[in-house]
């Protein structure tokens, strides 16, 4: 079974960084399909940064040029700095991985940012 681990929210003030990680067992973070997605009260889950299957990543236009989306060597842990954040990126962020035709989530950490 897919676990899936967040770390690393807080709350921060507008402007300041947060780098989340999200960790598993084995190395199934090393293929495409991996990404974050976030959540506001109110509004549906959307997809913040990802891997695409051909592992390429991509960006909310929302975060594009603010947050970055990386992985370690092995595999096991993604991870998502966010720079210069807004008060509008309060969320709970969740960590996902396509696994097959299966899609696995985390339990997601919140992010809250006050101005």
């Known amino acids: 079974q897919v676990q899936l681990e967040e770390s690393g929210g807080g709350r921060v003030l507008s402007g300041e960084s947060l780098r989340l990680s999200c960790a598993t067992s084995g190395s199934i973070l090393s293929s495409g399909g991996t990404g974050w997605s976030r959540q506001s009260p109110g509004k549906p889950r959307e997809m913040v940064a990802a891997f695409t299957v051909s592992n390429n990543p991509i960006y909310a236009d929302s975060v594009k040029g603010r947050f970055t989306i990386s992985r370690d060597n092995v595999g096991n842990t993604l991870y998502l700095k966010m720079n210069s954040l807004k008060p509008e990126d309060t969320a709970i962020y969740y960590c996902?991985?396509?696994?097959?035709?299966?899609?696995?989530w985390g339990q997601g950490t919140q992010v809250t940012v006050s101005s």
């Open positions: 996902y991985t396509m696994q097959g035709s299966q899609l696995h």
